[in-house]
Structures are given as structure tokens and as C-alpha cells.
């Protein structure tokens, strides 16, 4: 798996070499996912006149923001072949914490560093139970699933924290129409992008999800590279928390419950393989944005709240399909 | 003002009636008579609305000399069933339980009824298990003051979006139901979108940001909770209150303060105090031999602009 998907990012960044349509047919072929999207935002734009607008499209920019800040530290782990259940209740920790600070008097660039750093040691609690206790990452998460938000509940005393507007205006628009969460979206996918191809650790994480003990045998750390990584998920999920709180300028003890399985659907609606090795920041973005679209479509053609949850669950089952059997053919 | 006098004084006059009925049937027992032992679970009281709810029960039970003793369980349903389990062994003489969980309370209210001890349900009710009565909000007529107050707003015509809560919970189908009734009343009133926003606030801002933009011209919006209405604020910024009325359901604190800067339109009100009185009221009627409905709907208020310092 590790083989397929390297050569593969190198290929990308050759330059020149292939004619245009054979770069089209390549390029839909290995994002089997974007053409699930454009097909959705094609017969979206038949079915309501209101969906193809400037507004409209940066609207689902800004809601596809959060999951896809989620989803992009969910892509870490799932590329070393674990997995992240605790990302909802993280980020709701670290808006939160971020909030409580915001009130406490406390500098609010400070107050912004504490909030990532409340997510990074989560991750890094993740990453200190998954490499060093031996516990599989799926229980390791879901145990801080249950205390990230725990705590979340505890600082808070239950109740939402209003958020300074020196912290909201993250969750505001630049100008009249420049949303700030659609750019920290980009600059975010941009980062994942550089660990995944440029950095050691991201090699790692395609050898340890490609195979564990050749990575292992190869030199490569695992068990410091497991650190690193669900750190870096539990900073990106802090991300994703503060963004989430900023937009609505309240700090929610129970904000993106449930997220993490969105931010997974969109991590393998993006092309990733759970059994580890395969996933790209491009993707993920897709997956995300295929989300995103779905649900404000949803809202736009006015469909009843029950076939709701139904069509969503079937266009992540098609997409998913679609891109697998594109991989075979 | 006059409608807030008004609802109080049919709620003061209810109280008057009920308070002598109890009596009445009370007098027969004498004065000579231990005090009535009453136990009442109540699920956790980190929220300002249990606590409401707590003050509002054991003001009854001062008022008619009963003993209540309330227990608090933290959310944890299994600390709750060893709480009922002690009321129990203690021989409360009624049992009212606010339950962390309707499906996990029904073993251990099964072993209270056992042990012949009347089990009233508060606010939410338990499954598989013998209940006297459940004393709860009555969603369906808040459902209906929603439309009449958001209708009254609006003039009596408008395009208007309705935020639905999580589908399939009682009282999102409860507060639909009232306000789908009060809404027909004004023809001039129409329902352009009905959405689900699960009862969360970053939903109600992305489904109203989205509607907004098939439906650029809604006047108004009924949400089945604050927390969706304090979202679809969100998402109108300057336009809430203004051009498009928002009404909301519970008159969370946030919420009112959201009504009274003129954000928030209204908002329906519980009265998670009064639903603690009618708990030991009816409790007490019990244990007296007095038959009780078998649901029994507390007042909701709407919550508006003008009367909401007497709320905040």
C-alpha cells in the first residue's frame, strides 16, 4: 500500500511530460472522490437555482471548515493505519478552555497557544496510551472521547461561554466576503499536504500504516512517530474547536459531538484506506467538501428531515464505492 | 403585561383550587399525623433548570408540611437506581423521580412498585415500569404560543422557516405538533422550509445560513429550542429581530438575554419551579387516595421583549 501511494505523490510534482488529457484522466482516477463531487455540484445546480452562487458556494466553504480541520488530523492517523475517535470531544475541550481563559483575563494570543496546546496533550496522552501501553488506537481514543469532553463539561460547569470578540472574529468574514474559517481550512490542508510529502514523519506514517514491523525493521522510530502524530491530531482538532467556538461566538461544552465520524467518512470519501498506508490532504478536503455540499443541498431543496439522514448514509456508501471500484478498474 | 397578569392569575387560581382540594382530603387525616416522608430523585442539578426544579418541589412540601428528602445523581443512572433503591428501603411514602435515563429507571421504579410505593415521574418518563402520573411542559401548547406569538409579529403573514430538533425525541414532535396547529389559524403564514438542526446551535446557523439563500426573503423563524434559535441569531447577524423574528423554546438564560437586546423576538418559557410543586402537589394527592391524571401538563409562557425582566 506504502509503494502504491508514494511513487505516486512524486508523479504528481513531475513537471511536464504528459498532454493534458491524460493528466485529466489521471488526476479523476486517483481523486475518484472529486468526481463524486463535481457530479453532486452538476445536478445540485440543475435542481436549485439558488446553489451555484458566490454566497452560496463560500457558505459551504465555511461549513465544511470544521470537519475538514477534523478530518485533516484524522488523515495522520489513519495514513499510519490507526484511527482518531476523540477529535469531537477535543476540539469541545480546547474551545472551551480557550473560552474559560478568554474570561479569565488572560493575553488572548495566550489564550490561543494554551487552547492548541490543551488539544496537543490529548494527542499526545492518545499517542503515550496507543505506542507505549500497547492499547489499540480505537479503545486509546474512545477512552479520551468520553474524558476529553468530560472535561470540557467539568471547566465549563456545563454551561456555554461567551466568547470575546477579540477571539470571534475567526469565525467571521474578512472584508464583506472573505470567511477567515474557509482560509484557515486552506492553510490548514496546505500544512497537512507539506507533513504528509515533505517531512519525515509523514513518511512515517505511510511506512508504519503500510507495514508496522517493516517500518520498524527499517529504522524507522514507531513508537516516537506514534506521539507525533496523534499529537499533531489532537492540535489540528484544537484547531477545529476554536474555529467551531468562533463562529459561533460561544465556547459549547457539547460542540462537534459526533464530529469524529464525520471527519472519518470524510477521510475515506477522500480516498483513504483504513487498513492504513493510502490518504491524501487533497482528498480529504474532497470528502469533507462532498459532505459540506450534501447538507447545505439538503437544506436548499427544502428535503423532509427523515430522507435526511437517509441520503446522506447512501451518498457516503456510493462515493466511497465509486472510488473503489475506479481503483480497480 | 395584561396577558402576563392574566396567565398568572388563572396559575394563582389553579393553585388556590388544587391547594384546597388537597386539603380537603387531607383534613380527614388529621393534624396528629406523621408528616408525609417523600423521597425525590432528581437526575443531576448542575443545570439551572433542575435546580429551578428542586426549589420549586421542596417549597410545596414546605408549604404542606410534608418531609421531602431529595437525592442528586449526577447524570449516572446507575447512582440513580441505588438512590430509588434506598428510597424504597426507607418507606418513602411516594417516590418522585426526575430520571437520568426513561429505559434504565424502569428496574429499580419496578422495585418501588413492588413494594407498593406510588412512583411519580418529573419532567421525563420512565419506561417498563408502573407510574402514577408524569408531570412535564406542556410542549404542545408551547408549540401553539410559538405560532400565535411569532404570527402575532409578523402581522399575521410571512414566509417563515420552522428549525426542527433531533427527529423522533417527544418533545420536538410535541412542540411541532402545537405549532402546526397554531399556525393554521393565519392563512397569511407560510411555511417555506422545515429543517433539521438536531437542537444544537452551529446546526441552526449553517441550516438557516443555507435556507437563507433558496429563501432570501423569510420573515420569520421558529425554532424548537433556544440553543437552534441563539444559531439562527448567529446566522441573521444584523437582520435578527429585526426583519426576521426569531422565536425560540425553553428561556434558557442566554436566551433571554438575547430577548431582552432584541435579537431573540420571544421565547416559550418552562417553568421548571412550578413543574417541581406539581410533582409533590400531585404526589401528596397520592399518597391521600386522590385519583390524578395520568399526564399532567405543566404552563409554559411566552417570554417577550416587554416581560422578560421579570424573567432575567
Same mark, same amino acid.
Given at each position: 500500500?506504502?509503494?502504491?501511494?508514494?511513487?505516486?505523490?512524486?508523479?504528481?510534482?513531475?513537471?511536464?511530460?504528459?498532454?493534458?488529457?491524460?493528466?485529466?484522466?489521471?488526476?479523476?482516477?486517483?481523486?475518484?472522490?472529486?468526481?463524486?463531487?463535481?457530479?453532486?455540484?452538476?445536478?445540485?445546480?440543475?435542481?436549485?437555482?439558488?446553489?451555484?452562487?458566490?454566497?452560496?458556494?463560500?457558505?459551504?466553504?465555511?461549513?465544511?471548515?470544521?470537519?475538514?480541520?477534523?478530518?485533516?488530523?484524522?488523515?495522520?492517523?489513519?495514513?499510519?493505519?490507526?484511527?482518531?475517535?476523540?477529535?469531537?470531544?477535543?476540539?469541545?475541550?480546547?474551545?472551551?478552555?480557550?473560552?474559560?481563559?478568554?474570561?479569565?483575563?488572560?493575553?488572548?494570543?495566550?489564550?490561543?497557544?494554551?487552547?492548541?496546546?490543551?488539544?496537543?496533550?490529548?494527542?499526545?496522552?492518545?499517542?503515550?496510551?496507543?505506542?507505549?501501553?500497547?492499547?489499540?488506537?480505537?479503545?486509546?481514543?474512545?477512552?479520551?472521547?468520553?474524558?476529553?469532553?468530560?472535561?470540557?463539561?467539568?471547566?465549563?460547569?456545563?454551561?456555554?461561554?461567551?466568547?470575546?470578540?477579540?477571539?470571534?472574529?475567526?469565525?467571521?468574514?474578512?472584508?464583506?466576503?472573505?470567511?477567515?474559517?474557509?482560509?484557515?481550512?486552506?492553510?490548514?490542508?496546505?500544512?497537512?499536504?507539506?507533513?504528509?510529502?515533505?517531512?519525515?514523519?509523514?513518511?512515517?506514517?505511510?511506512?508504519?500504516?503500510?507495514?508496522?514491523?517493516?517500518?520498524?525493521?527499517?529504522?524507522?522510530?514507531?513508537?516516537?512517530?506514534?506521539?507525533?502524530?496523534?499529537?499533531?491530531?489532537?492540535?489540528?482538532?484544537?484547531?477545529?474547536?476554536?474555529?467551531?467556538?468562533?463562529?459561533?461566538?460561544?465556547?459549547?461544552?457539547?460542540?462537534?459531538?459526533?464530529?469524529?465520524?464525520?471527519?472519518?467518512?470524510?477521510?475515506?470519501?477522500?480516498?483513504?484506506?483504513?487498513?492504513?498506508?493510502?490518504?491524501?490532504?487533497?482528498?480529504?478536503?474532497?470528502?469533507?467538501?462532498?459532505?459540506?455540499?450534501?447538507?447545505?443541498?439538503?437544506?436548499?431543496?427544502?428535503?423532509?428531515?427523515?430522507?435526511?439522514?437517509?441520503?446522506?448514509?447512501?451518498?457516503?456508501?456510493?462515493?466511497?464505492?465509486?472510488?473503489?471500484?475506479?481503483?480497480?478498474? | 403585561?395584561?396577558?402576563?397578569?392574566?396567565?398568572?392569575?388563572?396559575?394563582?387560581?389553579?393553585?388556590?383550587?388544587?391547594?384546597?382540594?388537597?386539603?380537603?382530603?387531607?383534613?380527614?387525616?388529621?393534624?396528629?399525623?406523621?408528616?408525609?416522608?417523600?423521597?425525590?430523585?432528581?437526575?443531576?442539578?448542575?443545570?439551572?433548570?433542575?435546580?429551578?426544579?428542586?426549589?420549586?418541589?421542596?417549597?410545596?412540601?414546605?408549604?404542606?408540611?410534608?418531609?421531602?428528602?431529595?437525592?442528586?445523581?449526577?447524570?449516572?443512572?446507575?447512582?440513580?437506581?441505588?438512590?430509588?433503591?434506598?428510597?424504597?428501603?426507607?418507606?418513602?411514602?411516594?417516590?418522585?423521580?426526575?430520571?437520568?435515563?426513561?429505559?434504565?429507571?424502569?428496574?429499580?421504579?419496578?422495585?418501588?412498585?413492588?413494594?407498593?410505593?406510588?412512583?411519580?415521574?418529573?419532567?421525563?418518563?420512565?419506561?417498563?415500569?408502573?407510574?402514577?402520573?408524569?408531570?412535564?411542559?406542556?410542549?404542545?401548547?408551547?408549540?401553539?404560543?410559538?405560532?400565535?406569538?411569532?404570527?402575532?409579529?409578523?402581522?399575521?403573514?410571512?414566509?417563515?422557516?420552522? #428549525?426542527?430538533?433531533?427527529?423522533?425525541?417527544?418533545?420536538?414532535?410535541?412542540?411541532?405538533?402545537?405549532?402546526?396547529?397554531?399556525?393554521?389559524?393565519?392563512?397569511?403564514?407560510?411555511?417555506?422550509?422545515?429543517?433539521?438542526?438536531?437542537?444544537?446551535?452551529?446546526?441552526? #446557523?449553517?441550516?438557516?445560513?443555507?435556507?437563507?439563500?433558496?429563501?432570501?426573503?423569510?420573515?420569520?423563524?421558529?425554532?424548537?429550542?433556544?440553543?437552534?434559535?441563539?444559531?439562527?441569531?448567529?446566522?441573521?447577524?444584523?437582520?435578527?429581530?429585526?426583519?426576521?423574528?426569531?422565536?425560540?423554546?425553553?428561556?434558557?438564560?442566554?436566551? #433571554?438575554?438575547?430577548?431582552?437586546?432584541?435579537?431573540?423576538?420571544?421565547?416559550?418559557?418552562?417553568?421548571?419551579?412550578?413543574?417541581?410543586?406539581?410533582?409533590?402537589?400531585?404526589?401528596?394527592?397520592?399518597?391521600?387516595?386522590?385519583?390524578?391524571?395520568?399526564?399532567?401538563?405543566?404552563?409554559?409562557?411566552?417570554?417577550?421583549?416587554?416581560?422578560?425582566?421579570?424573567?432575567?
Amino acid at each position: 500500500m506504502a509503494i502504491d501511494t508514494q511513487p505516486g505523490h512524486r508523479l504528481d510534482k513531475r513537471p511536464g511530460g504528459n498532454r493534458p488529457p491524460q493528466m485529466a484522466s489521471r488526476f479523476l482516477k486517483e481523486n475518484g472522490a472529486l468526481g463524486a463531487l463535481i457530479a453532486m455540484v452538476v445536478l445540485l445546480a440543475f435542481m436549485s437555482g439558488d446553489f451555484l452562487t458566490t454566497q452560496n458556494l463560500l457558505n459551504v466553504g465555511v461549513q465544511a471548515a470544521v470537519t475538514a480541520i477534523l478530518a485533516f488530523g484524522v488523515t495522520f492517523a489513519i495514513v499510519s493505519g490507526g484511527i482518531d475517535l476523540s477529535v469531537g470531544s477535543v476540539a469541545a475541550f480546547s474551545g472551551i478552555m480557550l473560552g474559560w481563559l478568554g474570561t479569565q483575563g488572560v493575553p488572548i494570543w495566550l489564550a490561543f497557544v494554551l487552547a492548541i496546546a490543551t488539544g496537543t496533550a490529548c494527542g499526545l496522552v492518545n499517542g503515550l496510551l496507543i505506542s507505549y501501553g500497547k492499547l489499540p488506537p480505537f479503545i486509546a481514543t474512545l477512552a479520551m472521547l468520553s474524558a476529553a469532553r468530560g472535561l470540557a463539561l467539568v471547566l465549563s460547569d456545563g454551561t456555554p461561554i461567551t466568547l470575546p470578540e477579540s477571539v470571534s472574529w475567526i469565525g467571521e468574514t474578512i472584508g464583506d466576503w472573505l470567511p477567515v474559517p474557509v482560509i484557515v481550512m486552506i492553510v490548514m490542508c496546505v500544512i497537512t499536504a507539506l507533513v504528509l510529502i515533505k517531512t519525515y514523519s509523514g513518511r512515517a506514517m505511510y511506512a508504519i500504516g503500510g507495514n508496522e514491523e517493516a517500518a520498524h525493521l527499517s529504522g524507522i522510530r514507531v513508537r516516537r512517530q506514534k506521539l507525533v502524530i496523534y499529537a499533531l491530531v489532537g492540535a489540528f482538532a484544537a484547531v477545529a474547536g476554536i474555529v467551531l467556538a468562533s463562529r459561533l461566538a460561544s465556547a459549547q461544552p457539547q460542540a462537534a459531538d459526533g464530529y469524529e465520524l464525520d471527519a472519518i467518512a470524510a477521510v475515506v470519501i477522500g480516498g483513504a484506506s483504513l487498513a492504513g498506508g493510502v490518504g491524501k490532504a487533497s482528498g480529504t478536503l474532497v470528502g469533507a467538501l462532498i459532505l459540506a455540499v450534501l447538507r447545505n443541498g439538503l437544506n436548499l431543496l427544502d428535503v423532509s428531515a427523515f430522507w435526511q439522514q437517509v441520503v446522506i448514509g447512501a451518498v457516503i456508501a456510493l462515493a466511497v464505492l465509486l472510488d473503489t471500484l475506479r481503483r480497480r478498474a | 403585561m395584561s396577558k402576563r397578569k392574566s396567565t398568572s392569575a388563572v396559575v394563582l387560581a389553579t393553585a388556590v383550587v388544587l391547594t384546597a382540594s388537597a386539603c380537603g382530603t387531607g383534613s380527614g387525616s388529621g393534624d396528629g399525623k406523621k408528616k408525609i416522608k417523600l423521597g425525590f430523585a432528581i437526575s443531576a442539578l448542575n443545570q439551572p433548570f433542575m435546580v429551578q426544579m428542586k426549589d420549586g418541589a421542596e417549597a410545596e412540601a414546605k408549604r404542606q408540611g410534608a418531609d421531602l428528602t431529595v437525592q442528586d445523581a449526577q447524570e449516572d443512572a446507575s447512582t440513580q437506581a441505588n438512590q430509588v433503591q434506598n428510597f424504597t428501603s426507607k418507606n418513602v411514602k411516594a417516590l418522585i423521580i426526575n430520571p437520568v435515563d426513561s429505559d434504565a429507571a424502569g428496574p429499580s421504579v419496578k422495585a418501588a412498585n413492588n413494594a407498593n410505593i406510588p412512583v411519580i415521574a418529573a419532567d421525563r418518563g420512565v419506561n417498563k415500569a408502573d407510574i402514577e402520573t408524569t408531570v412535564a411542559s406542556d410542549n404542545v401548547e408551547g408549540g401553539k404560543l410559538a405560532a400565535k406569538s411569532l404570527a402575532d409579529q409578523l402581522g399575521g403573514k410571512g414566509e417563515i422557516l420552522v #428549525l426542527r430538533g433531533q427527529v423522533g425525541t417527544s418533545s420536538s414532535r410535541e412542540r411541532a405538533k402545537g405549532f402546526n396547529e397554531g399556525i393554521k389559524k393565519y392563512p397569511g403564514i407560510k411555511i417555506v422550509a422545515k429543517q433539521p438542526a438536531d437542537f444544537l446551535r452551529a446546526k441552526g #446557523l449553517d441550516v438557516t445560513t443555507n435556507v437563507m439563500q433558496s429563501h432570501p426573503n423569510i420573515d420569520g423563524i421558529f425554532a424548537e429550542n433556544d440553543e437552534m434559535a441563539l444559531g439562527a441569531a448567529k446566522a441573521l447577524g444584523s437582520k435578527a429581530g429585526g426583519d426576521v423574528k426569531i422565536v425560540g423554546f425553553d428561556g434558557t438564560p442566554e436566551t #433571554l438575554k438575547a430577548v431582552k437586546k432584541g435579537s431573540i423576538s420571544s421565547t416559550v418559557a418552562q417553568q421548571p419551579d412550578e413543574l417541581g410543586k406539581m410533582a409533590v402537589r400531585n404526589a401528596i394527592r397520592i399518597v391521600e387516595d386522590s385519583t390524578v391524571d395520568p399526564k399532567i401538563k405543566v404552563p409554559v409562557k411566552v417570554v417577550t421583549k416587554k416581560n422578560v425582566d421579570r424573567y432575567s
